[in-house]
């Protein structure tokens, strides 16, 4: 076995939660020495895969060089994290390195789980069936709607936790307008075939939702689960969540969210909640029986949606307490679960859903956010993208 290199602050994950603590803290003057863990050559925004899938923009825009952001003063190890002991404070690699800490931040994303939905493998981006949710296949929507000529276009959300929860009925709203615009809405059943309760979790944004939903003439299924599909007779299986029965809805066009969990190593090693993701405490974000140990972002166990604003708002608590920490000093930084979803609700249209872990609207703006918005649209499709490439990840937003 080789000898592990010491390292002060190992950071796992290169990705948006990875990015901003790596960013803040080798810009603080009393900065350790940080060392990037990231397998990844590109890095992306993921958040207007939404309207890359809807038209709007070229894929092309959301990705750059993964090396253009690993902030100056950060050591990048371009390998990917497999195991963790934090008994012995190491890390080991896919690439057979060993990596020694003395704090160890755990931000490596979610995986996509596409293999829990039987029948999908091979026909992903195929015959009507498209997804927002990764690179590869977020140009198959936008050619699945613009060749959608009637029948059914389900949309799906899975029973796991995901990213960015509003995702899987922005495309839905989208799709809506986009085939009014064709002329094909009226020969077209749009579906939202959803494991959740209900349309959001946030009762004011709910309200909103099921007024867009109802205007729209959305159906929805609720408590509806996708395990499986049948492309040669497009069908896509449902299993109700409450009675375990069957449900089979046709489809023309299918937009899958697939199940998503932390990577396998997480959620199989000795950090994990029995939830499986890294068990923090949810306003320091530390580890809740490894000290050394801290975790922000997707794998992370903290009640909140799963958003690059959550992060935002996470990355400078977890570095305020990390280095507090490391001086030997209380813990003086709280995260109280703020996170903001951008609800397309069609071209130029948005609600922008922000709240607390009590589901508490903590909105931004002097107006209500639950009403739809142009400025809002704009804000998604414009500026936030620059605060995220020149801010956040910048370690100065």
């Given at each position: 076995m080789?000898e592990?290199?010491t390292?002060d602050?190992?950071?796992?994950?290169?990705?948006t939660?990875?990015?901003?603590?790596a960013?803040?803290?080798?810009?603080?003057?009393?900065a350790?020495?940080?060392?990037?863990?990231?397998?990844?050559?590109?890095?992306?925004?993921q958040?207007?895969w939404?309207?890359?899938?809807g038209?709007?923009?070229a894929?092309?825009?959301?990705?750059?060089r993964e090396?253009?952001?690993?902030?100056?003063?950060a050591?990048w190890?371009?390998?990917a994290?497999t195991?963790i002991?934090?008994?012995?404070r190491?890390?080991?690699t896919r690439?057979?390195r060993?990596?020694?800490?003395?704090?160890?931040?755990?931000a490596?994303?979610?995986?996509?789980?596409?293999h829990?939905i039987e029948g999908?493998?091979?026909?992903?981006?195929?015959?009507g069936?498209?997804?927002?949710?990764?690179y590869?296949?977020?140009d198959s929507?936008?050619k699945?709607?613009?060749?959608?000529?009637?029948?059914?276009?389900?949309?799906?959300?899975?029973s796991?936790?995901?990213k960015?929860?509003?995702a899987?009925?922005?495309i839905?709203?989208?799709?809506?307008?986009?085939?009014?615009?064709r002329g094909?809405?009226?020969?077209?059943r749009?579906?939202?075939?959803?494991?959740t309760?209900?349309?959001f979790?946030?009762?004011k944004?709910?309200?909103?939702l099921?007024?867009?939903?109802?205007?729209?003439e959305?159906?929805?299924l609720?408590?509806?689960d996708?395990?499986?599909?049948?492309?040669s007779?497009?069908?896509?299986?449902?299993?109700?969540?409450d009675d375990?029965?069957?449900?089979?809805?046709?489809?023309?066009?299918l937009?899958?969210?697939?199940?998503?969990?932390a990577?396998d190593?997480v959620?199989k090693?000795?950090?994990?909640s029995?939830?499986?993701?890294?068990?923090?405490?949810?306003?320091t974000?530390?580890h809740?029986?490894?000290?050394?140990?801290?975790?922000?972002?997707?794998?992370?166990?903290?009640?909140t949606?799963r958003?690059?604003?959550?992060?935002?708002?996470?990355?400078?608590?977890?570095?305020?307490?990390?280095?507090a920490?490391?001086?030997g000093?209380?813990l003086?930084?709280?995260?109280d679960?703020?996170?903001?979803?951008p609800?397309v609700?069609?071209?130029?249209?948005?609600?922008?859903?922000?709240?607390?872990?009590?589901?508490?609207?903590?909105?931004?703006?002097?107006?209500?956010?639950?009403?739809?918005?142009?400025?809002?649209?704009?804000?998604?499709?414009?500026?936030l993208?620059?605060?995220y490439?020149?801010g956040?990840?910048?370690g100065r937003?």
């Open positions: 080789n592990p290199s390292h602050i190992v950071i796992i994950g290169g990705g939660a990875g990015l901003s603590v960013a803040r803290l080798c810009a603080r003057p009393d350790p020495a940080v060392t990037i863990v990231e397998p990844s050559e590109h890095h992306y925004y958040p207007l939404t309207l890359v899938g038209g709007i923009f894929k092309e825009s959301t990705q750059r090396a253009d952001y690993i902030p100056r003063g050591t190890i371009r390998d994290a195991e002991d934090p008994e012995r190491i890390v080991r690439d057979g060993t990596l020694s800490y003395q704090q160890l931040v755990v490596p994303g979610m995986q996509l789980d596409w829990a999908l493998e091979g026909h992903l981006g195929k015959d069936i498209c997804s927002n949710y990764s590869a296949t977020v929507t936008w699945a709607l613009s060749t959608l000529e009637g029948g059914n276009a389900v949309f799906t959300f899975p796991t936790p995901i960015c929860a509003g899987p009925q922005k839905m709203y989208l799709a809506d307008d986009h085939l009014r615009r094909v809405r009226s020969r077209t749009v579906i939202y075939a959803s494991a309760a209900g349309i979790g946030v009762k944004y709910a309200a909103a099921a007024k867009v939903v109802e205007r729209k959305i159906e929805t609720f408590r509806h996708l395990v499986a599909v049948r492309p007779s497009k069908e896509a299986v449902f299993r109700h969540l375990g029965s069957e449900r089979i809805v046709s489809y023309s066009l937009h899958v969210v697939p199940p998503q969990s990577p190593f959620k090693g000795p950090l994990a029995s939830a499986g993701w890294v068990d923090v405490h949810k306003h974000l530390q809740v029986k490894w000290p050394d140990v801290w975790a922000l972002g997707d794998a992370s166990s903290l009640p949606s958003t690059g604003a959550a992060i935002r708002k996470q990355a400078p608590v977890l570095v305020e307490n990390l280095m920490y490391r001086r000093e209380p003086p930084a709280s995260y679960g703020y996170a903001s979803c609800l609700t069609g071209y130029g249209k948005l609600i922008l859903a922000e709240f607390d872990y009590d589901g508490v609207p903590q909105e931004s703006f002097p107006f209500d956010q639950s009403q739809e918005r142009y400025s809002l649209w704009a804000l998604k499709a414009y500026a993208p620059e605060m490439w020149n956040m990840l910048r937003a």
